[in-house]
């Protein structure tokens, strides 16, 4: 594609031109990079803005300028239209890009973008409002022929006239709050006698994220998939579709894993689904890139669910399938330039995975995290691998924004290469300073139905035992770790000590053991809360014999390779070879191997030994990185157990901490706008007892 015709030099159209030369990107971390990477690649220069958090972050450092925009909070930064605005037209850039979240689908700010005669890279206003509200798009989509589940969609919100159109639709029901998005203001009635309380439920929660309990009522389609179909619009009248992403298994209602084709889909299907989602954009003018969602049954039968007005952030496994750059046709349609291709010249290649790395932790309901990354690394990207990402080794993933660390986006000739593809990618993987999901998406990549092609938006609770197993310590793991013990040890007295020793002398072993004596020593390491005692005997510097606690005795050879942050470990267990990459931060040890990471602890002098926050018992504490939003207790007051006395903000979500047992307030020890690490101790609580 030639760079001039984004410059607006292309005959014999009626739709004006406008270059682009420089573009801002409204926006932060991975999806900011991205947009400055294609950007760059066309010779654009590329403007970003950034919070007192993100001062240094990546795609700061990527972008030709970069702009401060204000403090960490995204109301006070990144939401901000006119500060956007100003720095747009101070840098002289003609566009600005959204991104995805923020002010991607902000009707306002795409009206007050063409006021100032700035290009906003997206879909006109009219389409925004359009879409963004449940009933007004059901209505437009289905009088464009787009299939639409059952349901209620009027005025009258009385919750008499509501209980009369659920019993005519039947149960079970979704109850929907009409401007709601992200699992918000929803709920589902199984049957008659639910309807009540989860309506009450949902209006409440609607009312709170989103000022407004409008409820609509759908069918609820039982064990469901969440296909979603990428669109194209250009200002001439042209509609393209890229063909279907499955996004079924989700947590919270959000994505984690998304694939492109959907599995199992028949070619006609294929074809009628691709279809609708063109009738959709055409329905509302829509120009640029859009995502189409449908809700599609057990018998292949799709609805409309709603139309994202933005790009998505599972796009690139769409890329990876038509071998395409959708910022890149952004950019040209935004310029006034046509599609780049016809639905004819699309052609499905192959298919792509895309797994969502996020800092979570899956075993405490996915609770989301924040920290540094004290060590990073990652598979090496090529043409079928990409890591999509806003982050290097020594940022903070950060308490204000998502937790997402990075999207690993893996390309084969079909599904099943695709997958075992990204099952070894991730694997490896290393993340070390917080939590990760990354060995859940192994077990959930691994598992049997998921290989099959079996999903569906309930996937991770119907199979939850078998992703959230109990993973005992193995005894290959213990002998890994306990032999990096060792020989680092080893390596470290040697190190110290070489310049110093009599290279004759019989004590110049790095162990300091005399040549031909056996040497015996127990490790102690820590799995959780389970102490592991290990019994070793050392031949030589690389000799073993290693006793685990089940009884079994093990003849290990190995050598250890430093390089940098982390130690490599080559060892062989009773003949079978091993490897590992091995991570030491403070006393912890982290073991990275071909069945994934496991942390396990190592013992603490006494002399170090401190309560994390200095929280006793009952105490309320930080259950993950945040900010304090609210107290709702006083020093002095009485409070019982359950009481909510502490709301936090992390990663876009509310938690409410709440009292671990009855008692009196002694302290408060943090207060509200102040940021908290986990575990950090809130208030001390003095139960009655001690008084």
Known sequence: MNFRNLQGIRHGSTIPHQPITKVLIANRGEIACRVIRTAQSLGIRSVAVYSEADRNSLHVAMADEAYFIGPPPASQSYLCQDKILEVAKHSGAQAVHPGYGFLSENTEFAELCEKENIIFIGPPASAIRDMGIKSTSKAIMSKAGVPIIEGYHGEDQSTERLKQEADKIGYPIMIKAVRGGGGKGMRIAMTKNDFDDQLESAKTEAMKSFGDQIMLLEKYVETPRHVEVQVFGDRHG??????????????????????????????????????????????????????????????????????????????????????????????????????????????????????????????????????????LSTPNPTDDIRIETGVRQGDEVSVFYDPMIAKLVVWSEDRQSALQRTIAALKQYQVVGLSTNIQFLLDLANHKEFQAGNVNTDFIPQYSKELFPDQPLTSQAICQAALTMILNKQDQLYRTSIDSLDPYSPFSWSTGMRVNENRTQTVSLFDGDNEISVEIIQYSNSEFEIKTPDGSIHEVTGEIENSGDKLELTCFIDGIKSSSSIVINGNSLHLFSGTGNRELKLPVPKYMESKIGGGAAGDAVAPMPGVIERVSVKEGSRVEQGDPVVVMIAMKMEYVIRAPKSGVVEKIVHQVGETVSKGTLLIHLKEDSES
């Not at 063909?243 to 989700?250: K, L």
């Not at 028949?266 to 055409?282: H, K, M």
């Not at 792509?352 to 924040?370: H, K, L, Q, T, V």
């Open 238 to 375: 042209n509609y393209v579709y890229l063909f279907e992403r499955d996004c079924s298994v989700q947590r919270r209602h959000q994505k984690i894993i998304e694939e492109a084709p959907a599995p199992g889909l028949s070619e006609e299907v294929r074809r009628s689904i691709g279809e609708a989602a063109v009738r959709a954009a055409e329905a509302v003018n829509y120009v640029g890139a859009g995502t189409v969602e449908f809700i599609m049954d057990k018998h292949q039968k799709f609805y409309f669910m709603e139309m994202n007005t933005r790009l998505q952030v599972e796009h690139p496994v769409t890329e990876m399938i038509t071998g395409t750059d959708l910022v890149e046709w952004q950019l040209r349609v935004a310029a006034g330039e046509k599609i780049p291709k016809t639905q004819k010249e699309l052609k499905l290649k192959g298919h792509a995975f895309e797994a969502r790395i996020y800092a979570e932790d899956p075993n405490s309901n996915f609770m989301p995290g924040a920290g540094p990354l004290l060590h």
